[in-house]
């Protein structure tokens, strides 16, 4: 057995796929899925800010696609929201500052339930948490699991509808975080009944490390597919 490294990609289906929103834009993204059988749950990937550099390739979602499908039977849905560019190619459309992404999300959501992949959860990290709070209230969505929220878009108003809502809500959140730390996330996630706040001693906003990556994916299987939790860490 050899240990799982940072740069390990683990047997998976992978699909280049595209998305069609509503207002008329193609977006591009990958679909893994397990090597066999029918996924036991689908991750639905919200990158961080595209302006500083975000997109469907930032580290913790492309190693989530190159471990979770093999190690979890997850599904890994990835894509880059409008104007956005990576290795896979650039979305149609310009940047919209997480107003003209909500069609985004609704495109990623519809394409799921096109294509009946289920349990879906959203995994946004720090821009992409503000869209599955903002956008993410669809009857397909299980729930969302937060990475690095800065809770600057969005706000109170957000944390209410999500807490109406009434779908699971996991913060993880870096102790050193840029913009929001563990005590003053518990405080503004109190506002949801049903949302669990996770510090993470020694972790910080980008969650750089390969250690930090492992408590990142094993909080999410923890969560989608407890079956498979915890992960191991060879393979």
């Not at 993470?200 to 407890?226: C, F, S, T």
């Amino acid at each position: 057995m050899e240990e799982i490294r940072s740069s390990t990609v683990l047997p998976a289906v992978r699909q280049d796929i595209e998305l069609h929103t509503a207002d008329g834009l193609t977006l591009v993204g990958e679909l893994a899925l397990p090597p066999e059988g029918r996924p036991a749950a689908t991750l639905i990937c919200l990158h961080p800010l595209p302006t500083a550099e975000g997109m469907m390739d930032s580290h913790v979602l492309r190693k989530a696609a190159y471990r979770l499908p093999a190690l979890a039977g997850l599904a890994v849905l990835r894509f880059n929201t409008r104007g956005t560019t990576s290795d896979r190619g650039t979305s149609e459309g310009s940047f919209e500052d997480g107003e003209g992404e909500r069609y985004d999300v609704a495109a990623a959501l519809e394409y799921a339930e096109f294509h009946d992949l289920p349990n879906c959860w959203l995994l946004g990290w720090s821009f992409g948490t503000e869209l599955a709070l903002k956008w993410g209230h669809d009857p397909l969505v299980r729930g969302a699991i937060l990475l690095s929220p800065p809770l600057k878009r969005a706000g109170d108003a957000d944390l209410a509808a999500w807490a109406e809502f009434g779908r699971p809500l996991v913060a993880l959140v870096p102790e050193f975080d840029d913009y929001l730390r563990p005590p003053e996330a518990r405080e503004r996630f109190a506002a949801v009944p049903q949302a669990e706040v996770v510090g993470v001693d020694g972790a910080k906003h980008l969650w750089v490390g390969e250690p930090y990556v492992r408590i990142v994916l094993d909080e999410i299987v923890r969560r989608v597919n407890p079956a498979a939790h915890p992960l191991p860490t060879k393979v």
